[in-house]
T-cell receptor, first 116, second 116 residues
């Protein structure tokens, strides 16, 4: 069975510093996709970044980068130069098997608080 | 509309009553997913639609939960004889047709259900 694990319930970071949010996954599928979403207190789910299992390079999107270590089955999110607006819940997710229609399996989330 | 629309945004009901939650997907998005998010928790998959059929209902917690989709568009999630443990935010998401493997899910803002 596929599983996503986020071991950090909460994290604090000083404004303008970088922070890494951990995510490990378990799957037996040779091909899979990994996603990060941000959920502010307003509740909306905002897509941040995607990494394919066969991608040779780590994904980057602006201040977000995904540190993909396939052998360790980890897909950590790195946020550079944290801003107060980055305070939110962050969810790591994995795309299920192709016969599951593209659904995402989510971790429990990490609550990030950015201090001024 | 431009995004996934859900209604009602908030619903308070009494234990034992039935509720219906509605999702209007992004036009042309054929895959539709329902998730449940309990307070402070991650997203729990409920059901997936491809067109009007539901190939994966594995996440529905009990036979009190059902969902349908008509015209490949609007979907309704029905909870019968609601219980207090049904209190949660119910999120609907859709996937663009060509994006099952790499595409992100687009989420609505959710329906917050409170069962008294």
């Amino acid at each position: 069975a596929q599983k996503i694990t986020q071991t950090q319930p909460g994290m604090f970071v000083q404004e303008k510093e970088a922070v890494t949010l951990d995510c490990t996954y378990d799957t037996s599928d040779p091909s899979y996709g990994l996603f990060w979403y941000k959920q502010p207190s307003s509740g909306e789910m905002i897509f941040l970044i995607y990494q394919g299992s066969y991608d040779q390079q780590n994904a980057t999107e602006g201040r977000y980068s995904l540190n993909f270590q396939k052998a360790r089955k980890s897909a950590n999110l790195v946020i550079s130069a944290s801003q107060l607006g980055d305070s939110a819940m962050y969810f790591c997710a994995m795309r299920g098997h192709y016969n599951q229609g593209g659904k995402l399996i989510f971790g429990q989330g990490t609550e990030l608080s950015v201090k001024p | 509309g431009a995004g996934v629309s859900q209604s009602p945004s908030n619903k308070v009901t009494e234990k034992g009553k039935d509720v219906e939650l509605r999702c209007d997907p992004i036009s042309g998005h054929t895959a539709l997913y329902w998730y449940r998010q309990s307070l402070g928790q991650g997203l729990e998959f409920l059901i997936y639609f491809q067109g009007n059929s539901a190939p994966d209902k594995s996440g529905l917690p009990s036979d009190r939960f059902s969902a349908e989709r008509t015209g490949g568009s609007v979907s309704t999630l029905t909870i019968q004889r609601t219980q207090q443990e049904d209190s949660a935010v119910y999120l609907c998401a859709t996937l663009r047709p060509a994006g099952w493997d790499t595409g992100e899910l687009f989420f609505g803002e959710g329906s917050r259900l409170t069962v008294l």
